[in-house]
């Protein structure tokens, strides 16, 4: 909300500079986005950073205050006037000038009653008016048409104040006008841009501000007076009010004033409305706004006559719920179905107005508007915010009720507001306002112990502390012993009766105002809580590390898919080896293909292949996350899910020309998972042929461990590869479930002491069947080797000429070792032969001739 | 006979004194002084010799033996000390190539955001509670101070799902209330812990606003847990994780869910609170919103509010890690373009 400061020091006296007022109220909750200055200087505050406004600052001696005392034709052009204006000087200043609202003047003489401007001299800087963009010009004397010209009286884009050029500024004659005050003590002004949280429904508006500024700054508030001057007949008998829905409507007020003037409002309305982004209209409804601004009570005017002919006499104002199918055309030119909750101002003809949200466009005030009935009312906030969103109707009013304005206001609102209208537009006010009041809000009563306020802030604060703060708030505070008793005032509705969240509600009061700077800061004294370790947060960064270790980057996607993305996963034909569970799905998604929550990480990382396929040839990726797997109850299951995706060259081809070693494969994944495994100290485990349906048949694996399926990685499938375009290179992709890697990984174990005896090294070639897999030889080799075989290396794999069709030859490097004694060539010989016998024995093999 | 010893010797130092390489030298060597070589022959003769004739001519070809084997040492060195010279001069590499590539991984930015506050967080005595992602309106809003049509439930855009009794947490509170029930034992311990996960609101998708973004949510429960001891322990955190003379503003503010509530402010570390772009010239970054425990939230935790006490915070990583590392937007980090990750 926009908050000139003129307008605040209405009711409040300021003596600080408006940068350090501002950074006061931010720290009190109230935050001050941004300061808009008009016409004057910005001021350096101690401690209180600002951007740096680059607005224009008036010049005090040359930007004056000025009467325009003649306006003169000019003798060569019709579409330039002289006026005559009396800035102070000695005589009287002629300015040449286009403004078209000065013509109505031009050749009738002094003007009376008096007009005042802003004048500018020579020699001063304004903004260029007839420039687009923002533009500095100084005046200087110049002949226009004819006539010689040195100074000027100001549009209000000449002085930054807004971006209205078509006329310069005319302003009503007030007393205190005295020509040649420099300009910046009448218009100079600093707007505040401030930003309210939802409990602050109170702030919304001047006098709300005003009474932060005054209790942060210790003065006293100046209401404006709520009274007014009637002179008619009374309103009793003139109309009637009938809540039928007290709690959505506790309270309904009206005030009638006759035979007022419909018309433009004066200077000071018009530009306090404009300092605050409202567009000017005419006087009531002007009058109504500005209500809305200065007090947060919106206000509704009706035309009376309007109300009297629908009537046909003298007319009751209803407030009462919709009749089923009714409708109403409110002042947005919207034909409205009215859902069976919102409460409607209406009369005994029908509908009027959505009750504290928006008028109806029959009953509004026009210009032949002779007679106006005031609303003031108050309104339920949650049947208005169930209105707003059914009605997608914001406005000002709305945003105040859908908040909470407290009813107290309602009277206040309808009596100040009637007699500025009056003001503005004259007639006579009907004695006495209609106050239906039906519901008024029990007053509020908070006991808290000075003792509780400084165990809660851990501060002393004393019982005077305490109480100051509460009364600068305008709490009334009686002081019992060691307790406040403080009842809030009766513009709050945010103060809970409950007694432990009233003392809450009053503590923050008391920090706020006192100031949270004062609250010292402590290490926490209390009693430490167990520390036990997350084991499962654990387990997952040592992942994390081990996968980077191995090269990897980690990626985090949405948690977002969609049913027909997931399907893409599953080749023609194929069974879906995703989970069966049930999708998480989104109401409201921020797109379709975002609709349900993922089954498996593999969508988004594949996508993330294709994306990445356009930079890098190599990928090498990992996430941990969850996924989402709906289970019947009201929530579903959160397993936490690792994937694994590598692509693309296994080295780069490089400057050297003897780098690359061809595209990853199974087996590059299969050393990754490996490499995880081992890291994680988990040995039991094994594999088995891949039967996850979104990976190659011939080239995948799935993964178990203590018996358990955990997870499948391998060579995705090529149909789901050409879904992808991810053809370019093969693509390997594992999926593995975490909890069970948590679960089995082992804490501790225990090391091979290092032997101090020499190995044997040598190496053999096996001839085996096609079909036996390498795993096979390789425990065969290792079952008889014993304890004295330490490791056995497959280096070469190799079918062809002289292999025998359906055989190939796996060459092992074989370790021997033995940790008690140093082993002779003879001992080799000997375990070297019980593998050949084994191997032959076993799997049918013969011994590679060298 | 002797013309021959002469002859060898002669044509052996020429020979020797061409050579320019240790290859050249090793065949010279074998050709001279190897086992079958022309001073090995020569002594293979001596059997043929008068006896008389023999003790001078092994004298002469022991002395030839011993002449070229100094021969050689010297001009071994020599080559030697020619080669490395050569080397040192002209075996000088292009040191502007590109380097070979090593495999290097590496954690997502996100990822070592939050490493860092839980290494802080667990120095203060805060350890890791894992809440779930989809929740109960009920733990999200209701339990939270936030019933129904409560006008801060408007701060939060929300993803619903097709039971309107379930929804995408909006932030990471609801494991308040988790934390309290399942570690306070029916309101009788003492709890603080920290909760990090993935929150989702329903935004439009901006360099400035995602619809995934995580928090790390602050919890500390006990029988005099002070608003001091939040400024104080949020103190600490802004001094390890920005500066040691991090300075610390405190505004008042509104959650739902605690009372007294307060921002907190950092003076901004990249301009050392000047004012900057970044900090939009205020000198001021916001980093944690936080509060007291209101006393609906202690009770729906278990907890007797005029008994026990706490506080709690929430901070956004992926703010933290922009302003860190100057990233301007943050579609960024679940775009996952690996030329962004490889940054880190
Ligand atoms: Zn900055």
């Known amino acids: 909300m926009l908050v000139p400061i003129s307008w605040l020091k209405e009711y409040v006296d300021i003596d600080v500079p408006v940068e350090l007022l501002a950074e006061r109220l931010t720290v009190a ?16 505050v101690a401690g209180v950073r600002m951007p740096s406004s680059d607005h224009l600052v008036w010049d005090r001696e040359k930007l004056l205050l000025a009467r325009i005392v003649e306006v003169k034709a000019h003798p060569n052009a019709d579409r330039l006037v002289l006026a005559m204006v009396d800035y102070g000087g000695e005589e009287l200043e002629q300015c040449v000038t286009g403004a078209t609202n000065l013509f109505s003047y031009k050749d009738r003489g002094p ?13 001063s800087e304004v903004w260029d008016g007839q420039s687009d963009k923002p533009k500095r010009m100084t005046l200087k004397g110049k002949e226009l048409r004819g006539i010689f010209n040195r100074s000027m009286v100001c549009s209000e884009k000449e002085l930054g104040i807004s971006d209205e050029h078509e006329g310069v500024i005319v302003m009503e004659h007030e007393a205190h006008y005295v020509a040649g005050t420099s300009l910046a003590d009448v218009l100079g002004d600093v707007v505040l841009d401030i930003e309210f949280t939802p409990n602050l429904a109170r702030c919304l508006s001047m006098i709300g501000v005003a009474r932060e500024v005054a209790a942060v700054l210790g003065v006293e508030m100046r209401y404006p007076s709520f009274d007014f001057t009637a002179k008619g007949a009374p309103i009793e008998g003139q109309v009637y009010i009938d809540i039928r829905e007290p709690e959505l409507n506790p309270r309904f007020t009206l005030t009638l004033l006759r035979d007022t003037e419909v018309k433009t409002s004066p200077f000071w309305l018009q530009h306090r409305l404009k300092l605050i982004g409202q567009r000017p209209r005419n006087n009531i409804v002007d009058v109504t706004n500005y209500l809305t601004f200065e007090l947060g009570q919106p206000l509704h005017a009706f035309d009376y006559d309007k109300l009297v002919e629908r009537a046909g006499g003298v007319p009751t104002i209803i407030t009462r719920l919709p009749h089923p199918g009714e409708q109403l055309e409110t002042l947005d030119d919207v034909t409205r179905d009215l859902g069976a909750e919102t409460i409607l101002v209406a009369d005994t003809a029908g509908a009027l107005s959505l009750g504290g949200v928006i008028g109806g466009g029959e009953t509004e005030i026009s210009e032949a508007t002779r007679n106006v009935l005031l609303e003031a009312a108050a309104w339920n906030n949650i049947s208005i915010r169930k209105t707003i969103r059914e009605q997608r ?38 004695d006495g306002a209609l106050d239906a009041y039906p519901l008024p809000p029990a007053s509020v009563t908070v006991d ?16 005077d502390q305490a109480a100051d703060a509460l009364r600068r708030l305008e709490f009334e505070v009686a002081i019992e012993g060691d307790v406040i008793r403080a009842t809030a005032p009766d513009h709050r509705l945010d103060i809970s009766a409950n007694p432990v969240i009233g003392q809450h509600d009053l503590l923050e009061e008391i920090a706020r105002i006192i100031g949270y700077d004062q609250i010292p800061e402590t290490i926490m004294a209390d009693e430490m809580p167990p520390q036990r370790e997350n084991t499962a947060v654990l387990i997952e960064e040592r992942i994390r590390d081990i996968l980077v270790g191995a090269g990897l980057y980690e990626v985090i996607n949405y948690r977002f898919t969609s049913r027909e993305s997931e399907a893409l996963l599953v080749p023609s034909g194929a069974a879906s ?7 998480v799905e989104i109401a409201n998604p921020a797109a379709s293909e975002r609709d349900v929550l993922r089954h498996t990480l593999m969508i988004n990382m594949l996508e993330n292949a294709v994306n990445n396929a356009r930079f890098q040839s190599t990928q090498q990726v990992f996430e941990i996350g969850k996924v989402y797997l709906g289970a019947g109850d009201l929530l579903p299951e959160e397993p936490m899910r690792l994937g694994i995706l590598l692509t693309g060259p296994r080295i780069p081809s490089w400057w050297d020309g003897d780098g690359s070693t061809g595209e990853m494969d199974f087996f590059d994944m299969k050393g990754v998972v490996e490499s995880l495994l081992h890291s994680l100290h988990i040995s039991d485990f094994a594999l088995e042929s891949g039967t996850h349906c979104s990976l190659h048949p011939g080239r995948s694996a799935n993964l178990l461990a203590a018996d358990e399926r955990i997870g499948s990685f391998g060579e995705i499938h090529p149909e789901v590869a050409a879904r992808f375009k991810l053809t370019d290179a093969k693509v390997m992709y594992g999926e593995i479930a975490v909890e069970p890697l948590i679960r089995q990984h082992q804490r501790l174990h225990t090391i091979e002491a290092l032997p101090i005896t020499p190995a044997v090294l040598e190496d053999i070639a096996l001839v085996v069947n096609e079909s036996t897999p390498a795993s096979e030889v390789e425990a065969v080799i290792r079952q008889a080797g014993g304890r004295i075989l330490k490791d056995a290396l497959l280096f070469d794999v190799y079918t062809g000429d002289p292999i025998p069709p359906g055989k190939k030859s796996l060459a092992y490097s074989l370790t021997y070792q033995d940790e008690r004694r140093t082993l ?13 016998g084994a191997a032959r024995h076993r799997l049918d093999a013969e011994l590679r001739s060298q | 006979m002797s013309d021959a010893i002469v002859d060898i010797r002669e044509k052996a130092l020429s020979a020797l004194e061409q050579l320019k390489d240790s290859d050249s030298l090793t065949d010279w060597h074998s050709l001279y002084l190897g086992r079958r070589g022309a001073v090995g022959k020569l002594f293979g003769t001596i059997g043929a010799l008068p006896p008389e004739e023999r003790a001078a001519f092994g004298q002469r070809v022991n002395a030839l033996q011993k002449e070229l084997g100094a ?55 805060f350890q890791v509670y894992q809440s779930r992602d989809v929740e109960e309106d009920e733990f999200n809003f209701t339990l939270l101070n936030l019933p129904p049509h409560h006008p801060a439930r408007d701060m939060q855009d929300t993803f619903y799902t097709k039971d309107p009794r379930v929804l995408l947490r909006t932030h990471t509170s609801p494991g308040q209330i988790r934390a309290m029930r399942e570690l306070g034992a029916g309101g009788t311990k003492p709890i603080r812990v ?8 329903q935004e439009q998708v901006t360099a400035r606003s995602e619809i995934q973004f995580t928090q790390v949510e602050g919890l500390a429960i006990g029988r005099n847990i002070r608003m001091s001891d939040l400024k104080g322990t949020i103190a600490e955190f802004a001094k390890r994780m920005y500066s040691p003379n991090a300075k610390v503003r405190y505004r008042a503010s509104y959650f739902p869910f605690t009372e007294p509530s307060m921002e907190v402010d950092v003076e901004c570390f990249l301009c050392g609170g000047k004012g900057c772009r970044v900090c939009k010239y205020t000198g001021w970054l916001e980093i944690a919103g936080s509060g007291m425990v209101h006393p609906d939230v202690l009770r729906n935790g278990g907890y007797d509010p005029s008994v026990w006490s706490g506080f709690a915070f929430g901070m956004g990583p992926e703010r933290i890690t922009m302003l860190k590392h100057g990233i301007e937007d943050i579609r960024y980090f679940w775009g996952n373009d690996l030329r962004f990750l490889q940054q880190f």
């Open chain 1, 824 to 836: 002779t060539d003879k001992n080799a010989a000997k375990i070297r032969k019980k593998i050949i």
């Open chain 1, 29 to 44: 909750g109230l935050e001050v986005a941004h300061l808009k200055y008009i016409g004057l200087p910005q001021q350096t």
């Open chain 1, 448 to 463: 808290v112990p000075i003792e509780r306020v400084n165990r809660l802030l851990g501060m002393e604060v004393t019982i």
């Open chain 1, 393 to 430: 109707a914001h406005t000002e009013a709305s945003a105040r009720f859908s908040r909470g304005v407290h009813p107290s206001q309602a009277i206040l609102g309808c009596q100040r507001g009637i007699e500025l209208m009056r003001q503005l537009g004259g007639g006579a006010i009907a």
């Open chain 1, 111 to 123: 003007i009376n009653p008096p007009i005042w401007s802003a004048f500018a001299m020579e020699g």
């Open chain 1, 577 to 583: 080896s995703l989970p069966a569970a049930g999708y």
């Open chain 2, 194 to 201: 920290i909760l990090p996960g993935m929150c989702y609101r």
């Open chain 2, 71 to 125: 021969a050689f040492e010297e001009r071994e060195a020599l080559i030697q000390s020619q080669l490395l010279a050569r080397d040192l001069e002209e075996g000088e590499i292009d040191i502007s190539l590109p380097a070979y590539p090593r495999r290097r991984g590496g954690l997502h930015p996100s990822t070592r955001t939050h490493r860092e506050f839980q290494m802080i967080w667990a120095d203060m005595g």
